[in-house]
């Protein structure tokens, strides 16, 4: 069955170069600089990214990033933490928006 | 749960394990493990000195962890037996380039012989490296192993034991239902007579193996969350972490191939492969020896039934200092368990 998503895509990140290379070189020198060790460790960097991978919800992320919080010595308890802030954040974006339909609430409302 | 052996499961078989390494291997004939090491100088791949003699006291064992590459468990009875020790502390008497003598199993403490064995290497060799490879469960298995802390301090033993993870659910789904809390018990037991404590001189390290399809995380950051975890949470010490990674043999390649992890798992070696890690390999300076005391590279090696190619001297009877010298070490594509990453031995990462 054909779907839009094949894990095995994923292998071929790198491939995006042969549209496109010298802006794949420059996206792929700076990720690999993004995720080294820095003022973040990279462990953190890779809990981060997975929390962004849930908020985007990108399949491949996630199976990247599952991968590599597991690789950066993360468990399961800390990762689903990782999950529940984007979770957070997300639902927290719908929710403050309630404020601006509150206002318009009073100003259309006798 | 029962050993592959037990089930007549064939991958207890190595000729059906070797051919499941070779035949389905994702780099094909091309990236067979030979060929890597052939493109960094290194084919063949000789010893270095020899300074590690690991033996194997038997593949019995009070636990059934799902990725063991012994197959070991209660159920297997093959275990050295004295005469084979004999032939043992012969070579520890008379090869002076030994430094360390490293006792795995099973639980090596299960052989009744282990002690008199541990008591008589250490009367020989007084300065040498006694390590034991212990399950930490072994300890309170019994009452008659209860006192294995104090017998391990009276002869200088360095305990090496494995603990996947310092959350019951990462340790128990590996090692078995409750192992983990034992674990802990005995690690305590350990401490308390001085092992893991600053000034002791007493070692007590730990190994973590990944639980699963995936690589170990930095040996240096993993060790220091282990530091802090089991200190906070347990009030336990220890002295050094080994990360080790899991090798497609025996449990843990059945466990590869029935997730459907098996391809993408070798891959995922293949495209670590890093040279220094090769150069560094554990058994350039090692000899294993399986419970009936035939001579092995390693002893994963061991499991795989690969013998030393030394022709008239695979057997601890035949010892041949200066031909297991300059053998060709016996490689296939597990090998690139030990070559991934920051590298992995007994002794945790190598580079």
């Known amino acids: 069955m054909k779907t839009y998503y094949n894990p095995e895509d994923l292998k071929k990140f790198g491939s995006i170069g042969e549209l496109q290379k010298s802006m794949a070189d420059k996206f792929f020198s700076y990720y690999n600089e993004v995720f080294a060790e820095g003022a973040l460790t990279a462990r953190e960097k890779s809990l981060i990214a997975l929390a962004v991978a849930h908020a985007l919800q990108c399949p491949y992320c996630i199976d990247a990033y599952t991968t590599d919080t597991l690789e950066k010595g993360c468990d399961e308890e800390q990762m689903m933490e990782a999950v529940h802030v984007a979770a957070a954040i997300r639902g927290g974006a719908s929710l403050v928006h309630s404020t601006q339909m509150m206002n318009k609430i009073k100003e259309i409302s006798m | 749960m029962k050993s592959l052996k037990a089930q007549q499961h064939s991958l207890s078989d190595p000729t059906v394990e070797l051919d499941v390494l070779e035949q389905r291997h994702p780099g094909g004939t091309e990236g067979h493990f030979h060929h890597f090491l052939e493109r960094i100088g290194m084919y063949p791949l000789r010893p270095t000195a020899l300074e590690i003699f690991q033996a194997n006291l038997g593949k019995m064992c009070n636990q059934t962890c799902k990725h063991c590459h012994v197959d070991a468990g209660p159920d297997r009875k093959e275990i050295m037996d004295r005469d084979t020790m004999s032939l043992c502390l012969d070579v520890i008497r008379r090869e002076r380039s030994l430094n360390c003598v490293d006792l ?92 893991g404590k600053e000034g002791s001189g007493l070692t007590l390290n730990l190994v973590y193996n990944p639980s699963g399809a995936f690589l170990p995380a930095s040996q240096a950051g993993l060790e220091a969350e282990f530091k802090k975890k089991l200190w906070d ?119």
Request: hydrophobic share 40%; with cysteine.
């Open chain 2, 104 to 195: 795995t199993g099973g639980a090596p403490e299960m052989n009744p012989d282990f002690r008199w064995f541990v008591e008589e290497i250490r009367a020989l060799r007084p300065d040498i490296k006694i390590i034991v490879r212990c399950n930490l469960t072994i300890i309170l298995a019994n009452p008659r192993f209860r006192d294995l802390p104090e017998f391990y301090k009276e002869n200088g033993v360095e305990v090496v034991s494995s603990l996947p993870y310092f959350t019951a659910m990462k340790t128990d789904s590996q090692r078995g239902e409750g192992v983990f809390g034992k674990s802990l018990e005995a690690l305590q037991l350990l401490n308390a007579v001085g092992y």
């Open chain 2, 233 to 351: 949470r347990f009030g336990v010490a220890f002295n050094s972490l080994f990360t080790i990674t899991n090798l497609p043999i025996s449990r843990f390649l059945d466990y590869l191939i029935n997730s459907g992890n098996y391809e993408s798992y070798m891959e995922k070696l293949l495209d670590s492969f890093n040279p220094a890690a090769a150069a560094g390999v554990m058994c350039r300076n090692t000899i294993s020896v399986g419970w009936d005391g035939y001579l092995y590279d390693c002893d994963f090696n061991q499991m795989l039934d690969l013998k030393v190619a030394v022709p008239g001297g695979v057997h601890l009877r035949d010892w041949d200092s200066q031909a297991l010298s300059t053998r060709a070490i016996e490689v296939n594509n597990h090998c690139f368990g030990c070559t991934a990453g920051a590298g992995s031995s007994c002794g945790g990462a190598t580079v």
